[in-house]
C-alpha cells in the first residue's frame, strides 16, 4: 500500500512537471518581440508547424496585439525549415484566419520569410489569391519598407563603424 502511494505522488509529480513545461513551450513557441517602429511587433516562428500550435500562436498574437496597441503584426517564418512543416496542409488556413482576425482589429499582418517548400504550398491555396497579402523575403525588407511607409528613415551615424540599410 505505502509502495502504491509513493507511486502516486510521484505521478503527481510527473503531471505536475509536465504542464509546468507545457506551459513554457507554449510561452516561448512565439515571442512577442517590438520593433523600433512604433506599435509594430515581430514574431519570429521556430519549430514544428501543426495545427494546435497555431491555434496557440494565433492567440498569442491576438492578445499581444490587442494589449499594446499595435497596428503591424510582422510574422517571420525564417528558421521554418521543410522538416518542420508537418501539418502544413492547414498553414494557409491558420494563416488566414489570423490575418483576417487581426484586420478585424484594425491590424495588418505582414508575412516574412517564406522558403520554396511553404511558398508552393501556399499558391494552392486561397491566401496566395489575397491582393492585400503582404510578404517579404527577410525582415530587413519588411521593416524598410515600413519604415519608408511611416516616414521613418534609417541613418548612418558614424560612417566607420556602422552598417547601411
Do not use: C
Not at 515571442?31 to 494546435?52: A, D
Not at 482576425?101 to 522558403?115: R, S, Y
Request: net charge negative; no cysteine; glycine share 4%.
Amino acid at each position: 500500500m505505502d509502495q502504491l502511494k509513493v507511486l502516486q505522488q510521484e505521478n503527481d509529480r510527473l503531471r505536475e512537471e509536465l504542464e509546468k513545461s507545457q506551459s513554457l513551450v507554449k510561452d516561448i513557441s512565439a515571442p512577442i518581440i517590438p520593433s523600433i517602429l512604433p506599435e509594430t511587433i515581430l514574431v519570429p516562428i521556430v519549430g514544428n508547424l501543426f495545427p494546435e500550435r497555431f491555434d496557440v500562436i494565433n492567440a498569442k498574437v491576438l492578445k499581444a496585439a490587442n494589449a499594446e496597441n499595435v497596428t503591424t503584426v510582422v510574422m517571420d517564418f525564417t528558421a521554418i525549415t521543410e522538416k518542420e512543416l508537418e501539418g502544413l496542409e492547414s498553414f494557409a488556413h491558420h494563416a488566414n484566419d489570423l490575418k483576417e482576425a487581426l484586420h478585424l482589429m484594425g491590424v495588418k499582418l505582414v508575412f516574412v520569410g517564406f522558403g520554396p517548400k511553404l511558398t508552393l504550398t501556399l499558391l494552392q491555396s486561397d491566401l496566395a489569391n489575397d491582393k492585400n497579402l503582404e510578404t517579404y523575403l527577410t525582415f530587413k525588407q519588411a521593416l524598410e519598407t515600413l519604415a519608408a511607409k511611416r516616414g521613418y528613415g534609417f541613418v548612418k551615424l558614424n560612417e566607420q563603424n556602422s552598417t547601411t540599410w
